[in-house]
């Protein structure tokens, strides 16, 4: 994986790969069609708890995929910040999306 | 509020109004609107802690949605099937969601 | 179960009953053991990670004693409010401290 | 801050100061009492909101110290195993227990 020399790119981020690209928005994607389907879900009428049921699952889904995004930035992003010996900044970044996260 | 007779909704129902449908189905869309958003970013390859800070934003109006549903099913649907003397069934399926919710 | 008329009782109170409360008891008492455990694990400059392990368990053991009152209320509690009348309130009440645990 | 080379210490493990040390007992002591206090409620027949409000604060100040600690791991000891070239089952190990958090 290459570091990013790209001026468009944040410079404390390591570029994501294609197929990183691809399987984000495909995930995505699918998320956006269940909240469409929620939105049905709500013209119709449907029961409040099937509608809850499903908004769970969106929550679900969207942790998944934040939680990949944060696996991914520290493996990629925060360790090279800490071997390039500009940890500190970084991991105090990482804390505080972890606590916003965790709200 | 009027109760349920149409078939095609749940007994256990009661029909949310025009007023309340409208404004879910535009939070839904800005919720919407908002995955979307998040699409770009990675196709962008923007920052992962600014994409994280997005998700965690949907996840709160997500969460905003569900709670407000549970709690208009909880003032009219719950209310209702313990004064008919089901209550026991809905306090269950109730509890059942909101564990749902909290994992 | 018998409703509350002793006076020293919350009046939306449906007071617990022995085992209710032996047993309630029973699982703070292994929660507070845990919290001393954790304090052990700490003076002995134990790994950060199985601390954290630590923690997590207890806060799942709280969680757990908390879901448990709350199905409680709601079917005791909560139930005898709306039948009486006065379920507006109590339902209030009840969406607070759900959404005060979902923080 | 020295790094462990006391055998008793796990290799891993950046060792607490004395300071953070007690900071972390005196914060666990009164999340002790914290948990005493919900006991004697129940024995009292406390109203269950009353004791629901209490149980959020204790799991608050659990995840406050949680919080804490991971900070404190990972900028000490996540960050030397970085350095040291073993970034990356430490990240892993940080990973899982940020799951298990977050759940």
Chains 1, 2, 3, 4 share one sequence.
Not at 50 to 62: F, R, T
Request: one cysteine or more.
């Amino acid at each position: 994986m290459e570091h990013c020399e790209d001026s468009g790119l944040d410079e404390k981020m390591v570029p994501r790969t294609e197929g990183e690209i691809e399987s984000l928005i495909k995930r995505l994607k699918r998320i956006e069609g269940q909240v469409r389907g929620v939105q049905k879900m709500v013209e119709d009428n449907r029961y409040c708890v099937d509608i809850l049921v499903q908004i769970s699952a969106i929550n679900a889904a969207l942790n998944k995929v934040g939680f990949n995004l944060l696996e991914r930035h520290t493996k990629h992003c925060v360790s090279k910040a800490v071997r390039e010996g500009n940890g500190e900044d970084s991991i105090q970044e990482l804390m505080n999306v972890i606590k916003q996260f965790s709200k």
